[in-house]
């Protein structure tokens, strides 16, 4: 079986952007064990700007794949 990689919809990152203009979001951030973000809002900032441009390139959507991670932490702190 082919595994086929989801290429977001412009929609989509519209969608995933106005979330992240919606919440609150921490100043700094430890992703995971070997990821610290000093500074989430240039750090989101610069990755959408990233996933504006690499959206339709499949071997580029490591920028897409942090701000979902991201998504998920702040998802998982609210609860």
Same mark, same amino acid.
């Given at each position: 079986?082919?595994? =086929?990689?989801?290429?977001?919809?412009?929609?989509?990152? @519209?969608?995933?952007?106005?979330?992240?203009?919606?919440? =609150?979001?921490?100043?700094?951030?430890?992703?995971?064990?070997?990821?610290?973000?000093?500074?989430?809002?240039?750090?989101?900032?610069?990755?959408?700007?990233?996933? =504006?441009?690499?959206?339709?390139?499949?071997?580029?959507?490591?920028?897409?794949?942090?701000?979902?991670?991201? @998504?998920?932490?702040?998802?998982?702190? @609210?609860?």
């Amino acid at each position: 079986m082919e595994y =086929v990689r989801h290429l977001y919809t412009e929609e989509e990152l @519209k969608t995933l952007f106005k979330w992240f203009d919606a919440q =609150v979001l921490p100043d700094t951030m430890q992703l995971d064990n070997a990821t610290y973000i000093p500074d989430v809002r240039e750090t989101l900032s610069r990755l959408k700007d990233q996933a =504006v441009l690499c959206r339709e390139n499949p071997k580029m959507q490591g920028c897409i794949i942090l701000l979902e991670r991201i @998504k998920a932490k702040l998802e998982n702190k @609210k609860n």
